[in-house]
């Protein structure tokens, strides 16, 4: 069982950025490959990024590309997402998971384990 959590989060205006972390429990976690996914105020989850186990390889939805930054430090147990030129639309609730085989799936059926969110919002 490994336990995530997010932070970071917070209110920030149109244009600005911020860093939202993801830190586990366990140091297997540098085994896992994890991945943000939002949900917004009456839409389903969606996902964001997603990033290897080494971190050799990410993967984005259309929606981020050029404005996040996923990244991770294995030796802190920790994952990053830089978000940058934040738009309103990107108001959610940020949840990180963790995949025990290590990919960077975009599929949430892929993620064993969850955080409990973090609110994100982006004011216009």
Request: charged fraction near 20%.
């Amino acid at each position: 069982q490994v336990q995530l959590v997010e932070s970071g989060g917070g209110l920030v205006q149109a244009g600005g950025s911020l860093r939202l972390s993801c830190a586990a429990s366990r140091h297997t976690f540098s085994n896992y490959g994890v991945g943000w996914f939002r949900q917004a105020p009456g839409k389903e989850r969606e996902f964001a990024a997603a990033i290897n186990w080494s971190g050799g390889s990410t993967n984005y939805a259309d929606s981020v590309k050029g404005r996040f930054t996923i990244s991770r430090d294995n030796a802190k147990n920790t994952v990053y997402l830089q978000m940058n030129s934040l738009k309103p639309e990107d108001t959610a609730v940020y949840y990180c998971a963790a995949d025990v085989d290590g990919s960077y799936s975009s599929r949430e059926y892929r993620y064993e384990y969850w955080g409990q969110g973090t609110q994100v919002t982006v004011s216009s």
